[in-house]
């Protein structure tokens, strides 16, 4: 079998368990995968026989994620270095490009995170221009107060 035909087979497999963005992300991840192993000198078979039948892998990814109750969403990660791609970027001039995959407990650390500094620097500033701010609604309601009078 080469590395068409195993990918071809694990997405068949993988296209009854989940939806297409997620075969497609699967998908993606192994072709990226056996291409990292074939640079880093292993042969298409070797990188083939290590993954195994692709029919049991799709199932093992399958079950894993009921297992884990994970959508495979930004949860889902991988253990595996992911090989940057090579982009051309229209001008003749290429670059690299490396996808970072967070997992979703430290996406939710850093937008908390995010928040409490939002909200340190919000009272913070209302700490400092308070005094500011209460003399001025001080003198507009005295202003008002006198101008009613009148």
Known sequence: MNREEFITKLQHALAGGMSAGQVAEHVRYYREYIDSEIRRGKTEA???????????????????GKR?????????????????????????????????MLPGWLVMLIIV????????????????????????????LVVRLIRDKK
């Not at 884990?68 to 690299?96: L, N, W």
């Not at 500011?132 to 609604?137: D, E, N």
Request: net charge negative; charged share 20%.
């Open 46 to 64: 070797e990188v083939l026989a290590q993954l195994g039948d692709p029919r049991l892998l799709a199932r093992s990814i399958v079950d894993a």
């Open 68 to 100: 884990a109750g994970t959508a495979y969403g930004s949860d889902y990660e991988y253990d595996e270095e992911v090989a940057g791609e090579v982009r051309d970027d229209g001008r003749g001039r290429t670059g690299s490009v490396q996808r970072v």
């Open 113 to 140: 995170v995010i928040a409490v500094v939002v909200i340190g620097l919000v009272s913070s500033l209302l700490y400092i221009f308070a005094p500011v701010i209460i003399a001025v609604l001080i003198v507009t």
